[in-house]
């Protein structure tokens, strides 16, 4: 299977919960699989595609994302094809004929087909291994994003009553989850949840106030990189994409009111990198499916948490670092209000206006916004700083001005010590080859694994092949371009290289050089930064360097001794613990640039050595911990049913102790305090 997964996709590794997912769908078993966004979905039924013999459908809500999901396919060299009324009847007919043919391995089409009985009677004479059902809470009232072509797939297991069901969603409360079981028929299905947790997205709630600077501020940060602005209403979309170009950014706009040819042309400049700011109405991106946008603004906060969620769910699906900011103003309330009160059906109504009220208190609590949205979801978040929320992170307000250049939160860029340059070149080639192919550049490499070339200089075929995200097929279509960018650098910039070593080496250790073997060895010895460096004929930085590289790699040296004075050692921490730890700059320039920047570093590298350690400690002992809670309170952590809400309400107003509520329901009394929070009961 990881011979597969490296072949087509230039993966060594599966993530969390793939591989078992898989295994159940080879045993012909149906699941119900929720994961968040950016998780990996589509590879656990790529996979089983490519082992089983006949076809696999996979039905996908929306014709626009098609085409970029079977290029990407393609791309990897995997037979895939897909079916809409973007196609001409001769191209239909033509793709019948090699899916009859057995020529084609994976077929799109939307739920719509189904309506169309000859599309059904095609379907039934063809050998169906498998069919996976993308975005499946379509499929139920309850979801917010409800379509009625979904209810056309419950007469899937009466057509193909053999053939197991994989059924895929990133957002689906415990209601959603149970109706699409239900619509579908599945049998026997193996639920998956995975965390729905995305570590990489930064939530940033903002006072709605001096807003339009705030916002150029923000994509200032993020120049040359893609960014959404989500506004409420078309007006408002038009105004900051004029403004944002006053201010000579690129952005266009994207709503309803604009002609359908000029939609499809803003979306496409954005999704080929042309253009990278796009301001639009939620709207927009339901139909792309772009893994690099770095930047998600809210002008105006979103009617509810799962639309909220599912809205950020668009940046970093690439899993780098991302942003998304939320700017809150009660006043904006009105305007929800005004489009909900429309509603007819009283109980729909109530039902939005509840789900609106939640998102008005996500935005006014001041506790972790990431335990807030899990637990939205049903899931407990047991750290207690998630580093990565404007309250853990303790962020004060970004001015919005213009010429402010302390945004703190600044990225941890320079802390992935990728060679920029060289990616910039790299993204040059990538965008040229894109262009040639009328592809977006994404298809062709992620930038996670043009931040890999730019880390590990790859210097021949095999060496490329181990790049993340290079399969067989990228490495015969593309590798011999790359490379030859990546050895020109190299060559013109005297870069010395160190060897990457096989792939059967654990990922950690992979790249660890003999270079960073001496390293290690002297720090053992405990000689000096500047004794290794001479030693070594290397220049300091590049021994901190390696330092860095062996703590992140799991190796366990001491470097305390290098710390100069303890003295010395707290004052600079104590500036990191003020400003942040993402940035060297602004701690170099705090303390007048009376500590060098390696001196710097070095505390930085001790105090997350000592935090990694921390945390490592805690997830070994995180099971333990779960099962002592489960212990005492069996009902922990599992997803709050609806008549165990009436029975906490009910207690609660009969003036029961919270530590009696708790054992009656035998849940943690932190737990049962937060619920009546969340029921706006206490
Ligand atoms: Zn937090």
């Not at 028929?185 to 949840?193: D, G, K, M, R, V």
């Not at 809210?298 to 939320?326: M, N, P, W």
């Not at 001015?399 to 790299?426: C, P, Q």
Request: hydrophobic content about 35%; some cysteine; overall charge positive.
């Amino acid at each position: 299977m990881e011979q597969l997964l490296k072949k087509y996709f230039g993966f060594e590794e599966f993530r969390p919960m793939q591989l078992e997912i898989i295994k159940n769908v080879l045993q012909k078993k149906d699941s119900l699989v929720l994961m968040p966004t950016g998780g990996g979905k589509s590879l656990c039924y790529q996979i089983p595609a490519l082992k089983f013999e006949g076809l696999t459908i996979v039905i996908s809500p929306l014709i626009s994302l098609m085409k970029d999901q079977v290029d990407n396919l393609k791309a990897n060299g995997i037979n895939a094809e897909y079916i809409n009324s973007t196609l001409s009847f001769g191209e239909i007919e033509n793709i019948k004929k090699r899916i009859q043919e057995k020529e084609v391995k994976i077929l799109y089409i939307a739920p719509e087909r189904f309506a169309l009985e000859e599309f059904k009677i095609f379907l039934t004479t063809l050998q169906i291994s498998l069919i996976a059902i993308d975005e499946a809470h379509c499929i139920s009232e309850w979801g917010h994003d409800f379509r009625k072509d979904y209810r056309n797939l419950k007469f899937l297991k009466i057509l193909f009553p053999n053939v197991p069901i994989i059924a895929l969603t990133a957002t689906a409360t415990l209601k959603v989850r149970k109706d699409i079981l239900k619509q579908l028929s599945l049998i026997n299905p193996q639920i998956f949840i995975s965390s729905f947790n995305r570590e990489n997205l930064k939530l940033i709630v903002m006072r709605k106030k001096n807003t339009f600077n705030k916002i150029l501020s923000l994509v200032k940060k993020h120049k040359n990189e893609s960014a959404i602005i989500y506004c409420f209403s078309r007006k408002d979309t038009e105004k900051i994409a004029q403004r944002l170009k006053k201010n000579g950014f690129e952005a266009l706009p994207y709503h309803a009111g604009l002609s359908n040819n000029i939609r499809k042309q803003n979306q496409e400049l954005f999704t080929k990198d042309k253009v990278n700011i796009i301001v639009a109405t939620i709207a927009f991106g339901m139909g792309i499916d772009k893994p690099d946008v770095r930047l998600i603004i809210h002008h105006t906060f979103s009617k509810s948490i799962e639309g909220y969620y599912q809205e950020i769910g668009r940046a970093g699906r690439d899993g780098i670092s991302s942003d998304c900011v939320l700017f809150y103003s009660k006043g904006d309330k009105r305007k929800h209000e005004f489009f909900l009160d429309q509603i007819q059906e009283d109980i729909i109504r109530s039902s939005a206006l509840d789900k609106l009220n939640k998102m008005m208190i996500y935005c006014e609590n001041t506790s972790c916004r990431r335990k807030d949205i899990l637990g939205y979801f049903g899931e407990s978040f047991l750290e207690n700083n998630c580093n990565g929320c404007d309250i853990c992170l303790n962020l004060p307000e970004i001015k919005g001005d213009v010429e402010d250049k302390s945004l703190i939160y600044e990225e941890v860029k320079e802390n992935i010590n990728y060679d920029s340059i060289l990616f910039e070149k790299l993204r040059t080639l990538r965008k040229q080859i894109a262009d040639e192919r009328n592809f977006p550049p994404f298809i062709i490499f992620g930038d996670v694994s043009l931040r890999e070339m730019s880390l590990y200089f790859p210097k021949n075929r095999d060496e490329f092949l181990r790049i993340n995200g290079v399969g067989q097929q990228k490495l015969n279509d593309f590798g011999e371009s790359f490379l030859k960018v990546i050895n020109d650098y190299v060559r013109e910039n005297n870069i010395v290289l160190e060897k990457i070593l096989g792939r059967s080496q654990k990922k950690r250790a992979r790249h660890l050089s003999r270079n960073y073997q001496k390293t290690k060895e002297m720090i053992l010895k405990k000689l000096s930064i500047e004794e290794i460096a001479k030693f070594q004929e290397l220049k300091e930085r590049r021994i901190i360097y390696h330092i860095e590289k062996l703590i992140e790699g799991g190796e366990t040296i001491d470097i305390n001794y290098l710390i100069p004075s303890k003295e010395k050692f707290d004052i600079i921490k104590s500036a990191f613990e003020k400003i942040g730890v993402e940035r060297l700059a602004p701690i170099y320039n705090y303390f007048d640039e009376k500590y060098s920047y390696e001196e710097i570093r070095l505390v930085r590298m001790i105090m997350m050595s000592k935090k990694d350690a921390i945390k490592n400690n805690m997830k070994t002992n995180y099971h333990e911990r779960l099962e002592q809670i489960k212990e005492k309170y069996s009902n922990a952590y599992e997803p709050w049913e609806e008549d165990e809400d009436n029975k906490l309400k009910s207690l609660y107003l009969e003036n029961i102790s919270i530590d009696e509520i708790a054992q009656i329901l035998k849940r943690q009394p932190s737990a049962i305090r937060s619920r009546l929070r969340k029921q706006e009961l206490n």
